[in-house]
């Protein structure tokens, strides 16, 4: 049997290479398709690399001719919700036009499986937690918005056309590949537990903790951290629930568990031995106070476990590509 072929938009960055990392260790091979505005191109060691964006169409429909994919997983996006909030239109372009340039690359040339990476960020801030799948969508930052227009725009395809996904509302990816050959290497890197290490590695001065007076245990706001290498397992899951015949579903993905800032920067502490220094600023726009999944529903479709997403492992697989040795 041939082996199965995942075309993987965004495969060079963070959370895409550590993906088709896995691919090629499950036997199937990744083909990356990225332009490398935040991605590195030495990240793509487990398939072949073709440069290019997915705002070209016409490239995209050569690049699947070319190499045949069984599937797409669609990682490629600008996924910051800062930057979202200042320049809204280089979202709608990546995210929303994108998608709609990928998909329709997809209906011409009879790929019917894509795997979404949505986020957590389109739920807004929720009534109620943990959050289910069924929690409203109502996101408070552009970025959150082009994620559930590329989420209403898959669904909307898979009931028109010959298609079928699986949208995974990831929530705060983290850590890094536990073999040591890949980590989060962005520039300029804006993620907490990144920066939190850079600080505590002397890379940069201190620690900008943005909001100490939100209604949470400590004021600090709380996350679902979720390893990367376990997320990476999810992709892979979802695509054998296509390849399989499983139905068009969103799932989120994440522990169940929320952590604020103030206790990742303890354990930062406690795995490195170094203290993260930090100064309190005013709040980041668009950022919600809480968030933390009820992740039961990707278990029971998919038997997704997370395996790494304790907060220790997560620090221990990340300190490294920071300078920073762990305690044993
Ligand atoms: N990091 C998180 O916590 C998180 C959480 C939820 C969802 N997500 C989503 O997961 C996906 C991957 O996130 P990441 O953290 O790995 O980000 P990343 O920036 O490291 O990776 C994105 C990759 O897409 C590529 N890319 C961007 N625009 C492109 C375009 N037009 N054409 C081709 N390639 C393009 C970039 O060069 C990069 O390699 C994104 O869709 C993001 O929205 C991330
Ligand atoms: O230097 C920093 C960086 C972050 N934070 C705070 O730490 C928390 C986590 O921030 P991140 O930037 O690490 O991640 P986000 O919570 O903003 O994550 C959002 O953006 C991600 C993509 O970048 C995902 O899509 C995710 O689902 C979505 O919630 C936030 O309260 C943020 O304000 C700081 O205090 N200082």
């Known amino acids: 049997m041939v082996a199965p072929r995942i075309l993987v938009t965004g495969g ?12 090629r260790l499950e036997g199937i091979e990744p083909v990356v398709y990225d332009n490398l505005t935040t991605g590195n191109r030495s990240a793509v060691r487990w398939g072949p690399f ?8 016409r490239r995209l429909i050569e690049v699947i001719e070319a190499h045949q994919p069984d599937a797409v997983i669609h990682f490629a996006a600008s996924a910051y919700v800062g930057e979202s909030v200042a320049d809204p239109a280089k979202y709608y372009n990546n995210n929303v036009r994108g998608t709609l340039s990928l998909l329709d690359a997809c209906r011409q040339t009879g790929v019917d499986k894509v795997i979404f990476s949505s986020s957590c960020a389109t739920y807004g801030v929720p009534a109620v937690l943990p959050i289910d799948e069924a929690t409203p969508q109502a996101p408070i930052n552009p970025y959150g918005k082009t994620k559930l227009v590329a989420e209403h725009m898959l669904a909307d395809y898979a009931a028109a056309f010959a298609l079928n996904y699986v949208s995974l509302r990831y929530f705060n990816a983290c850590g890094a590949d536990p073999e040591g050959d890949l980590g989060e290497w962005h520039d300029p890197e804006t993620h907490l537990i990144p920066r939190a290490l850079m600080a505590a590695a002397g890379r940069i001065p201190h620690l900008e903790i943005f909001g100490e007076d939100y209604d949470t245990p400590d004021g600090t706001c709380v996350r ?8 990476a397992s999810a992709h892979v899951l979802a695509y054998r629930h296509l390849a399989k015949g499983g139905g068009n579903v969103a799932l989120n993905l994440g522990t169940g568990r929320g952590f604020s800032i103030k206790e990742v920067l303890r354990t930062i502490g406690e795995i490195t031995g170094h203290d993260v220094p930090v100064v309190f600023r005013r709040r980041r726009a668009g950022d919600p106070p809480a968030l933390y999944a009820d992740a039961g529903l990707a278990c029971r479709t998919l038997g997704f476990l997370p395996r790494y997403s304790d907060l220790e492992t997560i620090v221990r697989t990340a300190a490294p590509f920071f300078g920073l040795e762990v305690r044993s």
Do not use: E
């Open 12 to 23: 060079a960055g963070y959370i895409g290479s550590h993906t088709a990392k896995l691919l």
């Open 50 to 57: 073709v440069q290019g964006d997915i705002l070209d169409g």
């Open 224 to 231: 679902d951290y979720i390893h990367v290498a376990d997320l």
